[in-house]
């Protein structure tokens, strides 16, 4: 499998120091509409109605290589528009029934993600089904602490042309400051190499998008929060090593993820909720002031993933993160997900960019 050309990391797995040059959003996400009447200057399109033409959800976890469950989960926004999955295996399993298993789903399998011990370093015997599956394999590894078998497990991986799915279990947003991201920044880097160095694969980054355990910050804090600000500048320096993504995943905030439709009862928030013709809000459309609540907190988080990654390095996926104890269905998520990024002005193609086209290019062979 190529990965697209990236561009070169200045000294990989050191810290990155001095002012960065970005991508950057368009003003359009700050900026309200023209006022102007005449067809030079159209209104945007209305968030509730932005939806991806197809998509590939590329974090489908299970522990048995079943999707009941998510197919219930998914509901008509999602389910409806699938094109594919990338199903995470939670548990070690036998390749050969995996695949087989699978090549019967009525849900078209992108690809099998599965848990490899590449922190024992390089293997000595690799299925051969790695390379011949008929369903393209990638492998995930849990990330708690760097060490240098873990490091050369890695390395042989993308040396291979295999995506490495990587889970941070590190506690990125505590009162441990830049610490732990460094840590993860100089792993990550050395892991991938510099340009040149024979990585062929890539390594997608969960758990971090948007970051765990931050939902107890006041949101009118949360802009000069020492852990937003190191969150921004070690997501900037994290996007200059070659070859890596990062998933858009629902966040550990000990909270469900807020439902949509809002479940009755709820208290609701007006705001932007689309009106029909009839000129009367819509309730299937009308937010609870949780899930307008945690949209700002998205959009702030996703703001500068976006300058840094750019929308062809970020991917959808449904199921939180490994290390992740909050629960979230996946139609909710989509929702969230969708809405959050339309809202910032993100258009269709970017849109299908996050929701189907990132996935194929990283996880098709």
Known sequence: MSAP?????????????????????????FSPPNS???????????PSTVHPESIVDAHVVSSEGNLDQWTAEAGKELGGRIGGVVLVIKNETNLEQAVASLSKS???????????????????????????SPIPIALSTLFKGPSPSHQEGIKWALSQGHVVHLDVGLDLHSNAGDEPWEVLEEFVGNSVGAPGSGAKGAIVLSNILPPS???????????????YLAYQAHL??????????????????DTPTPPTPPPHGSILSPAMSPMTPGGTVDDKFQDSKEKR?????????????????????????????????????????????????????IEQEGIDAVFRNNAIKVYSS
């Open 213 to 227: 355990h931050t939902y107890n910050i006041p949101i009118v804090k949360l802009l000069n929060h020492p852990t």
């Open 5 to 29: 050309d990236l561009p070169p990391s200045p000294g990989v797995g050191a810290r990155r120091k001095g002012p960065r040059t970005l991508p950057r959003l368009p003003l359009s996400a």
């Open 236 to 253: 900037a320096s994290l996007s200059l090593i070659p070859l890596t993504y990062i998933d858009f995943l629902p966040p550990d905030w």
């Open 36 to 46: 102007g009447t005449s067809d030079r200057f159209p209104l945007p399109a209305s």
């Open 106 to 132: 009525n849900v078209p399998i992108t690809s099998l993600v599965v848990p490899y011990p590449l922190q024992s370093g390089v293997p000595t015997n690799p299925s051969s089904l790695l390379k011949s």
């Open 293 to 345: 609540e945690w949209k700002r907190r998205i959009k702030m988080y996703l703001g500068p993933a976006v300058e840094a990654f750019g929308l062809e390095r970020i991917i959808f996926g449904s199921s939180p993160s490994a290390f992740s104890k909050s629960k979230s269905r996946a139609g909710d998520w989509y929702e969230l997900a969708r809405e959050s990024l339309a809202e910032l002005g």
